[in-house]
């Protein structure tokens, strides 16, 4: 898989995993980047894992799902979740618990810290992001939030 990697030109691979449940060995594997080497020896991959893709469900989504849970009639399904405190219930938790950690991890040197946003498995899309995002970099100078390919402004997630 590797070398069919890079001959497409993919050479990072970001994976993230379930926070809950079929987990095995995921957790022990979170920020200790390595280099997946193909069998050829000469073609890799840097792979990371940045922990659960569960943030938004713990953070947010949690007050949104069980409206959806089960829901069979599609006319009650809501389409988009926006609230008047897009940065009421955002990463601020999670990074003051997570940044700590890894600053002191000598197996962490990196200065970039990935990480994903949803709020749930199949759960409509948080139209709060990018006013969260835009409110969090307006409060803090670091960590710096952005979307991942640098798009248009910060807020652009």
Request: net charge negative; aromatic share 14%.
């Amino acid at each position: 898989m590797v070398p069919a990697a890079n001959q497409l030109g993919i050479f990072y691979c970001l994976s993230l995993f379930n926070g809950y449940d079929r987990t095995g060995l995921s957790p022990e594997m979170s920020f200790k980047p390595f280099w997946w080497i193909g069998p050829d020896g000469k073609s890799k991959v840097l792979f990371l894992q940045p922990g659960a893709y569960t943030l938004g469900t713990l953070a947010k989504g949690k007050y949104f799902w069980p409206k959806l849970a089960g829901q069979l009639d599609r006319d009650k399904l809501i389409p988009v979740v926006q609230t008047d405190c897009p940065r009421e219930n955002f990463i601020d938790a999670y990074l003051a618990e997570m940044l700590p950690k890894l600053e002191k991890d000598k197996d962490y040197p990196y200065e970039v810290f990935p990480m994903t946003w949803c709020m749930a498995d199949n759960t409509p899309i948080d139209v709060d992001l990018p006013d969260a995002v835009k409110s969090w970099n307006e409060e803090y100078a670091y960590p710096h939030v952005r979307d991942l390919y640098g798009h248009g402004n910060d807020a652009g997630v």
